[in-house]
């Protein structure tokens, strides 16, 4: 059972680590500037989203 666990996380961990090289080739070629753009979008879909659950659940 120990061997499934350590199986289970060793492939959550490649994944994350094979997105993040992902991440990383498609900031080299877009470039720092569209990376950031990406960023303040994500945030601000964030920040709407916690919005709208906060008024949800204040209903």
């Given at each position: ?53 906060k008024e949800?659940?204040?209903?």
């Amino acid at each position: 059972m120990g061997e499934l666990i350590m199986e289970a996380f060793n492939n959550v961990i490649q994944r994350e680590l094979a997105e993040e090289d992902a991440v990383r080739d498609e900031i080299k070629q877009r470039g720092t500037y569209w990376a950031a753009s990406e960023i303040w979008k994500l945030r601000r879909q964030v920040a709407s989203l916690r919005r709208a659950t906060k008024e949800r659940d204040e209903q």
